[in-house]
């Protein structure tokens, strides 16, 4: 049994060692059974498709201690379909949707110890992935697959947490091509954003909002985020082939529809931060990041979005819905979560 000696308020975005992950192979045309493993290493032929030319996949979704001591895991079903949509990208096997459900409910119950208790701001960070594992010199899709499902308990991804933080726009870094992989999440596109988010930590950003690959005209992504701003009251988020389609911009979308504020899902020129007034980053890890002020540093343009630092009044408000419902303190009346009772 692993160490449970955890300062729960205070953990990192990072590794923690649980107890238990599970896996599944594909081999012969079908899915087998799921296998519980207390192993933290995988053995893998040398020549296999992930090492070698990247076949590789992946998701990230939380399970949440509730306010009535309820375990609850938000919105399973989507990443379940997102991990079906980047395998038939990456011309991998499908994990079917259900086998990733009862294998997300059972890593979560077999390592129930290591959920964050209510009111510490933690989470349980869910981290399926798939790999190519047949051996092949050839660049072909393999014929074999493995799926694991691997836990750790984990705070806040930007370490400022719900506070407001800069970012920047640099040109000379694409991290996806205009019709390539980004709107799959595989590994690949996360080591091609290693060296402009380096670059943007050095000089002290904490991401890069990246533009599109084709015109560097519009608004893509932020780093490991989606990205919004808020216009003349509407929320507004890009529209492109080259992000990641999130579940939590979907909500955030959906909550805002459920509140009465407009929400388009558009291109954005970069010039139009001039006039937005709250802007965030937003995913599993970052939940909503508030940005502060966003740096051009191709044409020295500075956008300051938030003058006194403190995030906007609908950021806020999306935040502490989003976090409601999550924690079961707000009622779920879209069927977000799956609700784990017993653990
Ligand atoms: N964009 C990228 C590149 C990401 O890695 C993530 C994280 O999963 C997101 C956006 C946000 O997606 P989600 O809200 O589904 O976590
Ligand atoms: C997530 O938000 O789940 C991510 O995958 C982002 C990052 C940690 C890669």
Redesign the pocket.
């Given at each position: 049994m692993k160490d449970l000696n955890l300062d729960w308020a205070n953990l990192p975005f990072g590794y923690i060692p649980t107890d238990y992950n599970v896996r599944c192979r594909y081999a012969n045309g079908k899915w087998g059974e799921i296998e519980v493993s207390t192993s933290e290493t995988v053995d893998l032929h040398i020549a296999a498709t992930c090492l070698h030319y990247g076949q590789e996949i992946f998701e990230?979704l939380k399970a949440f201690r509730g306010k009535d001591g309820k375990v609850r895991v938000f919105r399973m079903r989507e990443?379940a379909k997102?991990i079906r949509s980047s395998a038939e990208g990456l011309c991998m096997q499908p994990v079917p949707e259900d086998l990733f459900c009862e294998m997300v409910e059972k890593v979560v119950r077999l390592n129930a110890r290591f959920i964050p208790p209510y009111g510490s701001g933690a989470s349980l960070y869910i981290r399926p992935l798939e790999i190519g594992i047949t051996p092949s010199v050839g660049v072909k899709s393999s014929t074999e697959y493995l799926f694991i499902i691997l836990v750790s308990p984990v705070g806040p991804y930007f370490k400022t947490g719900f506070k407001p933080t800069d970012i920047c726009i640099m040109r000379q870094y694409d991290r996806v091509a205009p019709k390539g992989t980004g709107r799959w999440?595989t590994g690949g596109?996360?080591a091609a954003s290693l060296m402009s988010g380096n670059h943007a930590h050095e000089l002290g950003y904490s991401a890069v909002l990246y533009l599109d690959p084709r015109e560097k005209k519009y608004l893509d992504?932020c780093?490991?985020?989606?990205f919004f701003a808020i216009k003349d009251g509407k929320y507004i988020t890009p529209a492109s082939d080259s992000?990641?389609p999130?579940?939590?911009?979907k909500s955030l979308m959906q909550l805002c529809d459920d509140m009465g504020i407009d929400v388009e899902a558009r291109h954005i020129a970069v010039d139009e931060l001039k006039e937005v007034t709250e802007a965030g980053a937003?995913?599993?890890?970052?939940v909503i990041s508030p940005v502060r002020e966003i740096d051009d540093l191709d044409t020295g343009d500075k956008y300051v979005v938030s003058a006194d630092g403190e995030p906007g009044p609908i950021s806020t408000m999306l935040y502490n819905k989003l976090r409601g419902i999550q924690l079961g303190e707000e009622e779920d009346v879209h069927g977000w979560n799956s609700v784990f009772e017993g653990i």
């Open positions: 990230g990443n997102r999440k596109n996360y992504e780093g490991p985020a989606n992000i990641l999130s579940v939590t911009n937003c995913g599993t890890a970052a």
